[in-house]
Nanobody, 122 residues
Framework: VQLQASGGGLVQAGGSLRLSCQAS????????MGWFRQAPGKERDFVSA???????YYADSAKGRFTISRDNAKNTVYLQMDNLKPEDTAVYYC?????????????????WGQGTQVTVSS
């Protein structure tokens, strides 16, 4: 699976961004997909994940503000981010697992996109 993330940018606090992750290669529809983020000098943290059939999971920091979704027909997973805060500033990575169970551990994901920068100004 090859993953291409896009949609990052610079936004003011309280604004919104929608990240997209286009998958190609082996079957996407059976894969669990996740979003992680990494701020400078910090570890890569779990943000959200979605199972092959649409069950969603969120980090506490994302609950109520972010929404993950997927369109298997388009081989794409999305992360809608609303009410963004400066502490959301990071490089956001999409990831895929070979199996359909999600995980909040980055080491459980075999495939990674290149990352897209999200910067939230105060």
């Amino acid at each position: 699976v090859q993953l291409q993330a896009s949609g990052g940018g610079l936004v003011q606090a309280g604004g919104s961004l929608r990240l997209s992750c286009q998958a190609s290669g082996r079957t996407f529809s059976n894969a669990a997909m996740g979003w992680f983020r990494q701020a400078p000098g910090k570890e890569r943290d779990f943000v959200s994940a979605v199972t092959w059939n649409g069950y969603t999971y969120y980090a506490d920091s994302a609950k109520g503000r972010f929404t993950i979704s997927r369109d298997n027909a388009k081989n794409t997973v999305y992360l809608q981010m609303d009410n963004l805060k400066p502490e959301d500033t990071a490089v956001y990575y999409c990831a895929a697992r070979r199996i359909f169970y999600t995980s909040s551990k980055s080491s459980d994901y075999e495939y990674w996109g290149q990352g897209t920068q999200v910067t939230v100004s105060s």
